[in-house]
Nanobody
Protein backbone atom coordinates (compact mmCIF):
# COMPACT_ATOMS: atom_id res chain seq x y z
CA UNK A 1 0.00 0.00 0.00
CA UNK A 2 1.40 3.33 -1.04
CA UNK A 3 -1.62 5.60 -0.88
CA UNK A 4 -2.31 6.83 2.64
CA UNK A 5 -5.80 6.24 4.02
CA UNK A 6 -7.55 8.94 6.04
CA UNK A 7 -10.44 8.57 8.45
CA UNK A 8 -12.12 10.42 11.28
CA UNK A 9 -13.89 13.25 9.52
CA UNK A 10 -17.45 14.25 10.31
CA UNK A 11 -19.90 17.02 11.08
CA UNK A 12 -19.57 18.85 14.38
CA UNK A 13 -20.56 22.13 15.93
CA UNK A 14 -18.17 25.00 16.56
CA UNK A 15 -16.03 24.42 19.61
CA UNK A 16 -16.10 20.64 19.33
CA UNK A 17 -13.24 18.29 18.49
CA UNK A 18 -12.33 15.67 15.92
CA UNK A 19 -9.32 13.43 15.48
CA UNK A 20 -8.25 12.49 12.00
CA UNK A 21 -6.13 9.43 11.33
CA UNK A 22 -3.86 8.64 8.42
CA UNK A 23 -2.56 5.11 7.95
CA UNK A 24 0.66 5.14 5.96
CA UNK A 25 2.06 2.16 4.09
CA UNK A 26 5.63 2.56 5.32
CA UNK A 27 7.65 3.22 8.43
CA UNK A 28 6.79 6.74 9.50
CA UNK A 29 9.95 7.26 11.53
CA UNK A 30 12.12 6.89 8.45
CA UNK A 31 13.25 9.84 6.39
CA UNK A 32 10.55 11.85 4.77
CA UNK A 33 7.47 13.82 5.68
CA UNK A 34 3.79 13.32 6.31
CA UNK A 35 1.46 16.24 6.02
CA UNK A 36 -2.16 17.16 6.56
CA UNK A 37 -3.65 19.49 3.98
CA UNK A 38 -7.12 20.87 3.48
CA UNK A 39 -9.13 22.37 0.68
CA UNK A 40 -12.29 24.35 1.28
CA UNK A 41 -14.78 25.00 -1.53
CA UNK A 42 -13.55 27.81 -3.73
CA UNK A 43 -10.20 28.04 -1.99
CA UNK A 44 -6.71 26.79 -2.69
CA UNK A 45 -5.26 23.83 -0.91
CA UNK A 46 -3.66 24.74 2.41
CA UNK A 47 -0.95 22.96 4.33
CA UNK A 48 -2.25 22.44 7.87
CA UNK A 49 0.42 20.47 9.72
CA UNK A 50 3.41 18.29 8.99
CA UNK A 51 5.59 15.80 10.81
CA UNK A 52 9.02 14.66 9.72
CA UNK A 53 10.61 11.26 10.24
CA UNK A 54 12.64 12.60 13.16
CA UNK A 55 9.49 13.93 14.81
CA UNK A 56 9.83 17.62 13.99
CA UNK A 57 6.38 19.15 13.54
CA UNK A 58 4.90 22.21 11.90
CA UNK A 59 1.46 23.79 12.26
CA UNK A 60 0.17 26.62 10.15
CA UNK A 61 -0.60 29.80 12.07
CA UNK A 62 -4.37 29.54 11.76
CA UNK A 63 -4.46 26.24 13.66
CA UNK A 64 -1.69 26.74 16.21
CA UNK A 65 -2.96 26.09 19.70
CA UNK A 66 -6.02 24.23 18.36
CA UNK A 67 -4.68 21.42 16.15
CA UNK A 68 -1.92 18.97 16.98
CA UNK A 69 -0.20 16.53 14.67
CA UNK A 70 1.17 13.38 16.25
CA UNK A 71 1.99 9.82 15.34
CA UNK A 72 1.97 6.21 16.47
CA UNK A 73 5.09 4.71 14.96
CA UNK A 74 4.12 1.12 15.78
CA UNK A 75 0.89 1.53 13.80
CA UNK A 76 2.36 3.68 11.01
CA UNK A 77 -0.40 6.15 11.73
CA UNK A 78 -0.37 9.93 11.89
CA UNK A 79 -3.09 11.84 13.69
CA UNK A 80 -4.47 15.34 13.54
CA UNK A 81 -6.21 16.27 16.77
CA UNK A 82 -8.49 19.20 16.07
CA UNK A 83 -9.90 21.08 19.04
CA UNK A 84 -11.96 24.26 19.27
CA UNK A 85 -13.11 23.78 15.71
CA UNK A 86 -14.41 26.77 13.82
CA UNK A 87 -16.70 27.01 10.78
CA UNK A 88 -13.71 28.19 8.76
CA UNK A 89 -12.05 24.81 9.39
CA UNK A 90 -14.68 23.22 7.15
CA UNK A 91 -12.84 21.49 4.30
CA UNK A 92 -11.78 18.21 2.81
CA UNK A 93 -8.70 17.09 4.70
CA UNK A 94 -6.00 15.11 2.94
CA UNK A 95 -2.98 13.20 4.15
CA UNK A 96 0.10 13.16 1.97
CA UNK A 97 3.52 11.56 2.22
CA UNK A 98 6.94 12.25 0.81
CA UNK A 99 9.99 10.07 1.07
CA UNK A 100 12.83 12.55 0.68
CA UNK A 101 14.53 14.33 3.53
CA UNK A 102 13.82 18.02 3.74
CA UNK A 103 11.77 20.77 5.27
CA UNK A 104 8.26 19.37 5.43
CA UNK A 105 6.65 22.79 5.69
CA UNK A 106 8.41 24.16 2.64
CA UNK A 107 6.12 24.85 -0.29
CA UNK A 108 8.52 23.06 -2.62
CA UNK A 109 8.65 19.82 -0.65
CA UNK A 110 7.57 16.98 -2.97
CA UNK A 111 4.61 15.24 -1.35
CA UNK A 112 4.12 12.30 -3.68
CA UNK A 113 1.34 10.08 -2.37
CA UNK A 114 -2.06 11.48 -1.46
CA UNK A 115 -5.08 9.99 0.23
CA UNK A 116 -8.67 10.29 -0.91
CA UNK A 117 -9.52 12.76 1.81
CA UNK A 118 -11.97 12.95 4.70
CA UNK A 119 -14.59 15.68 5.02
CA UNK A 120 -14.75 17.93 8.06
CA UNK A 121 -17.79 20.16 8.44
CA UNK A 122 -18.12 22.61 11.31
CA UNK A 123 -21.40 24.39 11.86
CA UNK A 124 -21.84 27.58 13.84
Amino acid sequence: QVQPVESGGGSVEAGESLRLSCVVGRNIDSRGCIGWFRRAPGKEREKVATIRGDGVTYHTNSVKGRFTISRDVAKNTVFLQMDSLKPEDTAMYYCATGSVHGFCSDSSYPYRDWGQGTQVTVSS
